[in-house]
């Protein structure tokens, strides 16, 4: 009898495991080990049960024997490894396989426990991912850079996505971000999100009896993320009738009555593999093709980059860089987090609104976690260890392979710039170009050291002045670190004065 390890991110019905289940069990568990190793955001733990337990009954409504522990279960041991030896004993298993993990810490620990098992294992592909664990590291092989582009465009030829006969890229240029970058003032209208509404008020309360401790707020009757692949697919569905048409042109803006914009809110249902992302490829770029007159392919490529190009190659560096990469801290930041993190209690506009929309929906887009929360983390000169936890713990779609490469790479630049040629830091003046976050705020974006001075706007030459000698050389830094070298010396010390004042006490701001 063979036993078959379902993680709770392995989610994939298409997976050829499940075309025979002929003297088999498929073993799945919702753990302490798996909510307890960082705080998570409560939405984000109930949307991982609730999927898991659906997908369970998918599998026991095809015939096949399901092993499902709750958390509250009597023989859960809340422990992966502790459980699998409970059962191999208790059915007498001679054989135990599993998809590989996604995460390195449970790679290792399926690894270990393989190394000491004495019956036969095996482990298998997730059929999910669009490369495999080193294909980037192979295609930079040699390369002084990894720069994403190129890696991109690589991509597009490989799987024949928006390209011609030729492989040259359809429109006439591989990348339409210059075009990614208006600022939404009301207009046009945002249809109203998807919503896959369900009472989950059971669950949380056994989580919540359990003493799992969690962060964010949830609407136990009203849950909203999808659960199940049916509700996924209505989801992407939805994403390409109504919100493509404007995807591209407003994905880097940010507003404080809108929360999703025109996101496609679809990264928990991909990360958990309900759905495959090649499938969310294809069905977007046929329903583009089927509405070139009214969807423009900047629209479309947008898209089609941030799964295709940066999913897959963030996948890539996460696997290429670990163990290591964890513990990167190339700038040497060692400031704590503000508290306001947690609560959302600050007289800054941007992060109170970014904060908020995190803790009551586990969500926020990419350039709300880049250009706000990181960029101010990064500009106060947080431990990256710090930043990592939180961005874990309070998105819904955060798995470590994604998560981490983002935030200590992308956003707090501490892998010392494998994943970014520059740090993505700011004034106010992004801030107020790409948001509304600025009208109303307490602090004046306009304003450089005055007590009611954007903070942004003192930090961000504070870190340029802190850090130049380690940006010295970074030609893409050349712009900025030349007007810095050239700003008057009371100037400088002002803004740097401001800026420790905000640094000191962040949760004074």
């Known amino acids: 009898m063979k036993l078959r390890l379902i993680l709770g991110d392995q989610l994939n019905r298409q997976h050829s495991w499940y075309e025979d289940h002929t003297d088999c069990y498929y073993f799945m568990a919702e ?20 999927s898991m337990r659906e997908f369970r009954a998918e599998l026991e409504a095809s015939g096949a024997q399901v092993i499902y522990y709750e958390l509250d279960h009597q023989d859960n041991q809340q422990d992966l490894v502790e459980n699998l030896k409970q059962i191999i004993a208790a059915k007498a298993i001679d054989k135990f396989e599993y998809q590989m993990p996604d995460e390195y810490r449970l790679d290792q620990q399926l690894s270990r426990f393989c190394d000491q098992l004495g019956i036969k294992s095996q482990v298998f592909d997730t059929e999910h991912f669009l490369t495999t664990r080193y294909e980037l590291s192979d295609f930079f092989e040699g390369k002084k850079q990894m720069i994403m582009e190129y890696f991109y465009r690589n991509m597009r030829k490989k799987y024949n996505l928006l390209v011609l006969e030729d492989k040259k890229p359809v429109g006439g240029k591989w990348n339409f971000d210059q075009s990614n970058r208006k600022k939404w003032k009301g207009t046009p209208a945002i249809p109203t999100e998807l919503n896959c509404t369900k009472d989950l008020a059971a669950l949380v309360k056994m989580i919540e009896q359990a003493g799992v401790e969690t962060i964010g707020k949830i609407d136990a009757t009203h849950f909203v993320w999808p659960t199940n692949r049916e509700e996924a697919l209505s989801v992407l569905d939805y994403f390409c009738k109504h919100l493509l048409v404007h995807f591209g042109d407003f994905q880097d ?3 404080t009555e809108e929360s999703f914009l025109y996101h496609s809110r679809l990264s ?10 090649l499938e969310v490829i294809q069905a977007v770029i046929d329903y583009w093709k089927a509405h070139e007159e009214t969807i423009d392919l900047s629209q479309v490529e947008g898209f089609v980059r941030q ?6 190659y963030m996948r890539g560096i996460y696997w290429k860089e670990m163990p290591s990469y964890r513990e990167r801290n190339a700038l040497d930041n060692k400031n704590k987090l503000p508290d306001f993190f947690w609560t959302g209690k600050t007289k800054m506009n941007c992060l109170h609104h970014a904060i908020r929309q995190s803790l009551d929906h586990a969500y926020a887009h990419h350039i709300q976690r880049l250009m706000i929360t990181g960029n101010f983390a990064l500009l106060t000169q947080v431990d990256p260890d710090a930043v990592d936890e939180w961005y874990l713990g309070i998105y819904i779609d ?18 010392g710039g494998i994943v970014a040629t520059k740090p993505y830091v700011s004034s106010g003046s992004y801030i107020n170009k790409m948001s509304n976050y600025c009208k109303g705020c307490a602090y004046k974006v306009s304003k450089k050291t ?14 340029l002045d802190e850090k130049r000698n380690y940006f010295k050389g970074n030609q893409r830094m050349a712009m900025m670190m030349n007007l810095l070298n050239k700003m008057e010396e009371e100037q400088l010390a002002a803004l740097k ?3 420790q004042k905000v640094i000191a006490h962040p949760d004074e701001f």
Not at 269 to 277: E, G, I, R, V, Y
């Open 398 to 415: 955060a798995i470590e392979w994604v998560e981490i490469t983002n935030t200590r790479g992308m956003s707090q630049f501490a892998d």
């Open 307 to 312: 799964i295709l190009g940066w999913r897959e």
């Open 253 to 255: 803006a940010m507003h």
């Open 31 to 50: 753990m302490r080990q798996e909510t307890d190793y960082v705080r998570h955001h409560i939405q984000k733990v109930v949307a991982f049960f609730q």
């Open 268 to 277: 928990f249902a991909m990360n958990s593999k309900m759905l495959h992302p």
């Open 497 to 499: 004065a401001r800026a």
């Open 450 to 463: 005055e007590e009611d001075a954007c903070p942004f706007n003192a930090l961000y030459w504070n870190f």
